[in-house]
């Protein structure tokens, strides 16, 4: 099982204090693995496989796809959904909206489930421009002429962190999901804007960002948030990439003192990219030693969610027989991978993206019991 969080983190908001998350969870104990179900995010419980949304195309049928995989999850025993107002031109909040709707009224408590998704990246509507020319047209439209941005507060030509826009896409995603009220909600790849900013540049930007996020927590808009990165917590200090665990901390407990609502991070982890666990990128406390981020981030009392468990479908075949024996229980290549990521110590959950019920079935057999799980 993953640590508890500290003490800390500040007060438990009241809806997500766990009562219904627990009971959720108490309805799939003696299917799954003990350590299935973990805390975190303020005291929820949580599964240690989340269905993720970033790939597919923009089409009916992947909506349709998606919303069907799911709200079958749901029904599984998967309360944890990972999404972003950027993927599949916003799609992707839109069907995770509609699953979720479909889950409540089939009786699972709104409480039990937890919606993450991201703002930072400009999302696009519907469909992808078909050309660079069509793309500042829209931008123009969207975002310049309604003063929701300016050229200036972007980034690498989609990026922003401007309060403006972020509370436009926290306004957005809760109209795509349906929901008064985010659970999680992360600032999407932050370390995208020191490709073109220095480090005090973009640490006022955090800060200001934070702001409002803290402020979407009093207005009953979100419920706590984090940062979801690719490549900033795994690289060194001396990359310009680097983001700083302890600083975000830090500029939290600034912002609101040992009542702030930063929760979580995510990275990729997973047996193709390890750098979290094996990599010393992290400093924690006063002292020059580092540490990995996966460390760093539980000895600060936050929960960590892993993106890209499966590598984009990558580790689902051709896996050194080594991993047969590491994992004898486990049928497949994709649930030994999974699996190495959900034993991780300091894991709260693994994303998985999952648009057909099959590879549900399989990512979720590989968290039954070893008695039950190991089959022909």
């Known amino acids: 099982m993953p640590p508890q969080r500290g003490s800390g983190q500040g007060e438990i908001p009241a809806a997500i204090e766990g009562s219904a998350s627990a009971a959720y969870a108490a309805r799939f104990a003696q299917r799954y693995a003990a350590d299935f179900y973990r805390s975190a995010l303020g005291g929820s419980t949580v599964a240690s496989i989340g269905t993720g949304t970033y790939l597919g195309e923009c089409t009916e049928a992947d909506d349709a796809a998606y919303e069907d995989a799911i709200a079958a999850a749901i029904d ?57 020319e069509e793309y500042r047209v829209y931008l123009k439209r969207e975002f310049f002429d309604t003063g929701i941005l300016t050229p200036d507060d972007v980034v690498s030509g989609g990026h922003s ?14 109209k795509n999901l349906g929901l008064d009220t985010i659970d999680l909600y992360y600032l999407h790849n932050p370390e995208q804007q020191l490709a073109a900013m220095t480090h005090a540049s973009v640490r006022e930007r955090l800060r200001a960002a934070f702001m409002v996020l803290e402020d979407a927590v009093s207005r009953g808009d979100i419920r706590g948030y984090g940062c979801a990165t690719w490549t900033g917590l795994r690289v060194p200090p001396t990359s310009k990439g680097h983001l700083s665990l302890q600083e975000l901390v830090t500029l939290a407990r600034e912002i609101a003192g040992e009542r702030h609502h930063l929760r979580a991070v995510q990275m990729p ?25 996966l460390d760093a981030a539980v000895a600060l009392g936050l929960s960590v969610v892993a993106s890209a468990s499966l590598m984009q479908a990558q580790l689902t075949h051709d896996l050194p027989s080594s991993m047969r024996e590491l994992f004898p229980s486990q049928r497949t290549d994709a649930q030994r991978a999974l699996s190495f990521v959900r034993s991780l110590p300091g894991i709260t959950t693994a994303l998985v993206g999952m648009r057909s019920i099959p590879h549900l079935t399989e990512n979720l057999e590989s968290a039954e019991p070893a008695e039950r799980s190991a089959r022909p």
Request: with cysteine; proline share 7%.
């Open 269 to 293: 982890i997973n047996l193709g990219m390890p750098e979290a666990i094996r990599l010393e990128t992290q400093r924690v406390g006063k002292t020059d030693t580092l540490v990995p981020a």
């Open 161 to 174: 962190l401007a309060p403006s826009f972020l509370r436009y896409s926290i306004a957005r995603s809760r």
């Open 76 to 132: 599984e025993g998967v309360n944890l959904i990972d999404t972003a107002i950027n993927y599949r031109c916003q799609r992707s909040e839109r069907a995770v909206g509609r699953a979720v709707q479909r889950s409540i009224t089939n009786g699972t408590p709104r409480d039990a489930i937890l919606v993450c998704t991201k703002g930072g990246y400009l999302p696009l509507s519907d469909h992808p421009p078909e050309s660079r």
